[in-house]
């Protein structure tokens, strides 16, 4: 007779990156220590887009350095992980738009870009293109019915001129993408669900502040400039230092330089294929969450789950690049007051955003001393000539247009150029549609489920949510017993 099974269920977590650790520590919640988690990444290291280096001796995000302090999500977990007392909030200093080759404030009272009252864009549009805002029909198609491309949305009730000196800077730097492609729904949720209820856009933009949800808020969390305030919080030494501490407090077993290569469900489970292809390597679980972008997230999943893989293989990507300098503070012909400045596709420029990231977050302005530390971020979607160029060429138009921009006459002491390829998934018309139908597929298979920057949001908050959303699936199907546990 055989011994009677008593291990714990074992998961599988495909993704390093925060959304996969993150899915890792709430599993190890949901399911107990008994449970035996494994997180695979291909990379050296875990953390994905989040990881601190040294620029000038001090450690520097390459990745995303906001939290949106809005949502709990992300917030929580630095808490519940041990580094709540290193949780910071950015200086109380504005953005700015470097638009036609001069530097002015970032309009307030806006949602995305999209005014309650576009007299508050008399510093950004020229009186022309004023006198188009204001005399445009907000009753246009108003309210409206279904999801929309927020450029076509905004051009048709404000004229174009406000997409492209607010709307696609704004979004550029949050999605790398532009806004005439973009959903309404899916990347200003709170103003589509207005736009349904509201006979004017003015009207739906007033109930979107009033309701406090998106209000004057810039490009946050993804290299670019923000509206600084308490919606936004970060790490004391650094965002990229909460992977590690995830997964150290999850418990889960961490395989770095691990490509899973192919993932099939069997009668008893899955079974994960590691490994160089002469050598593979075979890893059984009860259960599998996929935390890994589209792209391969549509790979491993094309034989268990082919209708969810032709969704995600359907979904652009845009790279980027962030190059973070050290700058010394005389360079400046006056120091850097605002958090940073986003510029509109529309003028041209190979940048589209820079954070004084020094005087954004006061504590790495100490540890800077006397230089001014800043990150320009690079690339948009369909753009790929720029992201071409090596790395030092990159940091030379850094440079020169920094000294357009703001005078910078001194090059920099340090340097560092960041590229992440096929980091922003777009969220085009049709995106929310999109994921409702990739979970509905996925869901329909016990034992799986899926969690990343594709499905709720770019954002680490959005992403902690969809990994939370993603253990709590595997979890029901633990304790409803559509798992078999140690077949």
């Not at 995830?246 to 691990?258: D, F, Y």
């Not at 001393?369 to 160029?389: F, H, K, P, T, Y």
Request: contains cysteine.
């Amino acid at each position: 007779m055989g011994e009677e099974v008593t291990r714990g269920p074992r998961v599988a977590v495909i993704g390093g990156g925060i959304s996969g650790l993150a899915a890792a520590w709430f599993l190890r919640a949901e399911l107990g220590e008994s449970a035996q988690i494994t997180v695979f990444d291909k990379a050296p290291r875990v953390g994905g887009h989040l990881r601190v280096s040294e620029v000038a001796g001090v450690p520097v995000d390459e990745g995303a350095e906001s939290l949106l302090a809005r949502r709990p999500e992300a917030v929580d977990l630095v808490r519940a992980v041990g580094l709540g007392e290193d949780i910071v909030t950015p200086a109380q200093v504005g953005a700015r738009l470097w638009s036609r080759g001069r530097m002015v404030a970032m309009p307030a009272g806006t949602v995305m870009g999209v005014p309650r009252d576009v007299s508050a864009l008399a510093g950004l549009l020229d009186p022309d293109e004023l006198a188009v805002a204001r005399s445009a029909d907000q009753q246009a198609g108003m309210p409206i019915d279904g999801d929309v491309a927020i450029g076509a949305f905004v051009a048709a009730r404000l004229g174009p001129a406000v997409v492209e000196r607010l709307v696609d800077p704004l979004l550029g730097g949050v999605y790398a993408g532009q806004a005439s492609a973009l959903s309404l729904d899916a990347t200003v949720p709170a103003l589509g669900a207005a736009a349904r209820e509201h006979a004017s856009l003015h009207a739906a933009v007033a109930a979107v502040q009033a309701a406090g949800s998106g209000a004057d808020t810039a490009a946050g969390g993804n290299g670019g400039a923000t509206t600084v305030g308490p919606v936004f919080a970060g790490v004391r030494g650094g965002v990229g230092r909460l992977p590690e501490a995830v997964a150290t407090a999850s418990g889960a077993v961490i395989e770095t330089g691990a490509t899973v290569r192919d993932l099939r469900r069997t009668a008893s489970g899955w079974q994960l294929v590691t490994g160089p292809v002469p050598a593979p390597q075979v890893f059984t679980a009860d259960a599998v969450v996929v935390a890994v972008p589209a792209a391969p997230a549509a790979r491993l999943l094309g034989e268990a789950v082919p209708a969810a893989a032709a969704e995600l293989g359907a979904i652009e990507t845009a790279s980027m690049a962030i190059v973070t300098l050290a700058v010394p503070a005389e360079a400046f012909p006056e120091p850097p007051t605002s958090s940073g400045y986003l510029v509109p596709p529309v003028d041209g420029r190979t940048v589209k955003a820079v954070t004084y990231s020094s005087v954004k977050w006061p504590w790495l302005g100490e540890r800077a001393g006397a230089s001014v530390l800043l990150r320009a971020s690079i690339g948009r979607v369909g753009e790929v000539a720029d992201l071409q160029r090596d790395d030092d060429e990159l940091v030379a138009v850094v440079i020169d247009e920094l000294a357009a921009a703001s005078g910078l006459s001194a090059s920099p002491v340090d340097a560092r150029v960041t590229r992440w390829g096929g980091a922003l998934p777009q969220y085009a018309v049709g995106h929310l549609d999109r994921v409702r139908r990739i979970r509905a597929a996925v869901e329909a298979v016990p034992g799986l489920a899926v969690c990343g920057a594709v499905y709720d949001g770019v954002g680490v908050a959005a992403c902690v949510a969809a990994a939370a959303k993603a253990a709590r699936r595997v979890a029901a199907d633990v304790s409803e017993g559509r798992v078999r546990i140690g077949a």
